[in-house]
Structure formats: structure tokens, C-alpha cells
């Protein structure tokens, strides 16, 4: 088995494919998402602030899924800078960190200029004096430095900020919005609709991996069967070829790999009651499927205005909808069986469960084509928004901003309807161009859904820790710099010879599903 050790220790050195080194300070991973979770340290003294340095401030603001950032600039021995710091921190309280206020939208950063570590960045950006502030897209904070005479820079030096209100002012100038300091979660919203703008998607790759994350973890509460162990699997699978997120991938295909180590099938055959984690149970209630920087602990394109609304079941949808896409002809009957029995063994809303199951069930011919599967998928959440309408309507339970809709609507995809009329009951009935649907389907949750890293220019430029990803369909070519293809091929050549190791272990105790390869992972 020398040959398998020789893998392994060529995985440990293939960083694109395993970093999982969740010991390591925030500062030691350079390009890590781990960072922007600084802000929620434990304690009721925690900054919310992220405080960056030369190390970690290109990573930090590549990876982050907000709009905006501010950049603080201040040197901790200076006075003014102890005394304004309570001011920022009051307007950071409102965006940094799971419970902030309005996530997602700006990150407020510091970088400590007395820092001999942090003279060639601050020099960058032509500091002059303490504190100074600046504002832009976090990504070309990467991109370029600061010049005082610049011309047509995308970076701004905030010049009115020097108290909380003050900056909190400028900063609503800047966006048109109307955010208070006295704010508090799911109040003064500025929620971005996604009626009529295909783009608003592009920030549901962040909500795939919570609710990614968030699914594991509901696995891991309730317990495997013995009998349930085979459509684990099954999902599994299907999530190393065709989760859209690269670190979901990697961490779907280490579950696999080690699975007879985190759910023995010995223990579960021997014991028939439910058995949390088979053996080493530590190993994998600590394990993190999309990597340490996920979960974030907030939505993105899954954000309700209220906190009983939206987020998880949002964040499964597109998730489902994007490996419906993403699948070949061949797959997809293997993928349909996979949600099916995934909905129905570990969904734990009951009547959901059922009635997709009884969806499921209505099923007899089976699917040969993506497109026969993706169009199934859409129907019946259709299907389902309709009885969800219904019941909200009768219970007063809706989102006010988010109304379930019979989808896509007109503005989102005019081409995909023939014609719209009104049933007798009021209800909407729809005569869809099912090929534009389809059309529209690949492209709104294949090509858009991954689109946000390219068009932020943060394709990751160091595989030390995973923590960005390109996100390219598995089934398309990645573009890379030659560094990272050399270093994903490497890893792709292990993942291929670990993944046939462990198909010839599964397949002889028939719980093997073919799946055409492990490629892109």
C-alpha cells in the first residue's frame, strides 16, 4: 500500500486540494476567508474591524463577498487613532462579521502603519497622516495602490469621516442608501431584488456553500442509518463532480475518501439504532466541508427581510438547480435519484419532505437528457411556490420583499413565456417556451452563479489555502495562471488515483454508483 502513502503525502503537498489546517492564527493563511471572520471573536470586547496587514490584506480583500471596503489606515502608538477607533467600530458593528447588520455590502478593514511589516503597503497607498481612510471595491484595493493626484481611480480617500456619524453619512452618500447607527438585524434593509436582474445570482455562490455547510451539519445532528448510508453516498458523489464551488468539491471528495473511517458500516450493521459518527466522531463533527472560512454565519443572494424567511431552503434551491445544470446526459437519472433520496432521508421539514417525495415518486419514465432533469427540477419548485403561495397568503407568513413567484417572471426572462392569462381563481397560468427555459436555466445557474470571482478579478494567485475559488463548471476548461493549472493538475492526477482506490473498496460492498470521473474537483 506503499503507492496509496506516496498519494497522500503528495495530497499534503498539493495545497488547491487539501488546507484544512484549522489550528493556524488568522494572520499564518495568507488569502484565507478565515480572516474576515475575525470580526466574530468570542467576548463582548471583540473588534469588529478586520485588522489586516502586508501578509493577508491582498487575500482578505480579494476573498470578500462585499461590495465595498473601507481601509483604514493608523499607527497604534498615535493618540487621535486610540480615540477614533470606537467611532469606526460603531459603524463596522453594522457590516462586519456573522451578526452583522447589514452583511455583505462593505468591509471595514485596519492596517497598523507602525508596523515595520506593513511600510511597503502603506507607502502603496501614499499615507501621509493617521488616521486616514479610504474607500472602493475590495478588489481593486488589490489591483492598485493610491496616488493624492490620481486621476479617474476607483479609490477614494474618505475626507469627512472623523466620527462615527460622519462616516456612516459618506458612506450612505456613496451608495444612495439611508443606514442608521442605531440599526439593528433585518431593519433599514436594502435588500437587492432578483425579479428582473440575472446578475443578483452571481452572490448566490457564497449562499450554496452555507447552505452546503449548513446541510452537512443537519446530517451530522440527526444521526446516519444503515440505511441511509448508500444515499449519502450517492449525494456525495454528485457534489465532488458538480458542486459549483471548487472547496466544496475538494471537501465532498474527503468525506468520500475517508468514509468507512467517519461512519463504519460494521458499527452501524452491529448497532441498528442510529449511530452519530461511527468511530472517531471528533474527526468528523470538526470536519468542514467547504473548508475553515465557510460558514460565514449570514446570507448573500438568500437574504431575507425577516430571519424566519429565505436562507437555507434559498440557499438548497440554487443548489439543486445549479448540479441540474451542471450534469451531463448521462447523469441524469443518477442525479435524480441522488436529490430524491437525499430530500427524503435527511430533510428535516416534514411536510416538505413528503411532498417532494410524492413529486419524486410521480417520476416513471427515467430521465436520459439534462435537459429533461433540469426542467423537471424547475417544475416542481413551481409546483412548490404555488402551494407555498397559497398557504402564506391564508397565513400572513409571506416575505414582504420576497413573495414566493411563479419563476422566472417576465422581466427575468420574457423569452421563456409564450403567453400569461388569469385562471378563474386569479392564479397566473403561463404558456412556457420550454427550450428558452432551458436556455436560460444553464446560463442563470451554470455561467452566472460562478461569475462573481472572474468579474472581480480574484482568481486565486496562491494555492496555499483554497480559500478563493475560479468556480468554472466542472465540465468547462479553467482558465489559470500556469502556476495554478501545474498545480491542479497534480492534484487532479492524486484525486484520480485515490478516487479509484476508493471506488474499488465501495464497489465491493455494492454501494458503488458510477460516476464518469473525478475531473475539476
Not at 249 to 270: K, T
Not at 326 to 340: L, P, V
Not at 383 to 392: A, G, I, P, T, Y
Request: charged fraction near 20%.
Amino acid at each position: 500500500m506503499s503507492w496509496i502513502a506516496a498519494i497522500l503525502l503528495l495530497l499534503h503537498l498539493a495545497p488547491l486540494v487539501f488546507h484544512r489546517a484549522t489550528a493556524s492564527p488568522p494572520w499564518a493563511a495568507a488569502g484565507s476567508r478565515s480572516i474576515l471572520r475575525a470580526a466574530a471573536a468570542d467576548g463582548p470586547a471583540a473588534d469588529y474591524a478586520v485588522e489586516l496587514n502586508a501578509t493577508n490584506f491582498d487575500a482578505a480583500l480579494a476573498a470578500t463577498p462585499a461590495t465595498y471596503a473601507v481601509v483604514e489606515f493608523f499607527a497604534h502608538w498615535c493618540p487621535a487613532c486610540r480615540n477614533y477607533k470606537p467611532q469606526y467600530e460603531k459603524v463596522a458593528r453594522l457590516f462586519n462579521g456573522p451578526d452583522a447588520v447589514h452583511p455583505g455590502i462593505v468591509l471595514m478593514t485596519r492596517v497598523d502603519c507602525a508596523l515595520r511589516i506593513n511600510n511597503k503597503l502603506c507607502d502603496k497607498f501614499s499615507v501621509s497622516h493617521y488616521p486616514m481612510l479610504f474607500w472602493g471595491p475590495p478588489s481593486k484595493f488589490v489591483a492598485a495602490g493610491w496616488e493624492p493626484k490620481q486621476e479617474k481611480s476607483e479609490i477614494r480617500a474618505i475626507d469627512d469621516g472623523r466620527t462615527a456619524e460622519r462616516l456612516l453619512n459618506w458612506i450612505n452618500k456613496q451608495m444612495g442608501s439611508s443606514y442608521g447607527l442605531d440599526d439593528e438585524k433585518f431593519e433599514n434593509e436594502h435588500l437587492s431584488s432578483n425579479i428582473s436582474d440575472p446578475e443578483q445570482i452571481a452572490r448566490a455562490v457564497y449562499d450554496v456553500e452555507e447552505a452546503t455547510v449548513t446541510a452537512f451539519d443537519i446530517i451530522l445532528e440527526h444521526k446516519i442509518k444503515s440505511e441511509t448510508r448508500a444515499s449519502l453516498i450517492q449525494f456525495l458523489q454528485l457534489l465532488v463532480v458538480h458542486h459549483p464551488s471548487r472547496r466544496c468539491r475538494q471537501g465532498s471528495a474527503e468525506v468520500l475518501v475517508n468514509f468507512d473511517h467517519f461512519y463504519p458500516l460494521d458499527m452501524l450493521m452491529l448497532d441498528r439504532q442510529e449511530v452519530s459518527s461511527g468511530g472517531d466522531k471528533t474527526a468528523i463533527h470538526n470536519f468542514q466541508i467547504c473548508g475553515k472560512e465557510v460558514p460565514r454565519g449570514y446570507w448573500m443572494f438568500c437574504r431575507g427581510s425577516k430571519n424566519d424567511t429565505r436562507g437555507f431552503s434559498c440557499g438548497l434551491w440554487v443548489l439543486l438547480h445549479s448540479l441540474s445544470v451542471r450534469i451531463e446526459d448521462g447523469e441524469s437519472q443518477f442525479a435524480f435519484g441522488a436529490i430524491c433520496d437525499f430530500i427524503h432521508n435527511f430533510f428535516i421539514c416534514e411536510e416538505c419532505r413528503q411532498h417532494f417525495y410524492t413529486m419524486c415518486s410521480s417520476v416513471s419514465t427515467p430521465f436520459k437528457t439534462t435537459r429533461d432533469f433540469a426542467l423537471w427540477l424547475w417544475s416542481t419548485h413551481n409546483k412548490v411556490n404555488e402551494r407555498l403561495m397559497k398557504d402564506e397568503a391564508s397565513l400572513g407568513t409571506a416575505d414582504p420583499e420576497f413573495p414566493k413567484i411563479i419563476w422566472p417572471p417576465k422581466q427575468l426572462c420574457s423569452s421563456c413565456h409564450r403567453s400569461d392569462s388569469r385562471r378563474n381563481d386569479g392564479s397566473i397560468n403561463i404558456d412556457w417556451d420550454q427550450d428558452e427555459v432551458f436556455k436560460f436555466l444553464k446560463q442563470y445557474y451554470g455561467k452566472t452563479l460562478v461569475s462573481i470571482y472572474q468579474k472581480k478579478d480574484i482568481i486565486q494567485k496562491d494555492g496555499a489555502n483554497g480559500a478563493l475559488e475560479d468556480s468554472a463548471a466542472s465540465t468547462n476548461a479553467i482558465v489559470v495562471p500556469i502556476g495554478a493549472a501545474l498545480a491542479i493538475a497534480v492534484a487532479s492526477c492524486a484525486f484520480g488515483a485515490l478516487a479509484c482506490y476508493w471506488r474499488s473498496r465501495q464497489k465491493n460492498r455494492k454501494y458503488y454508483h458510477h460516476l464518469h470521473s473525478y475531473k475539476n474537483i
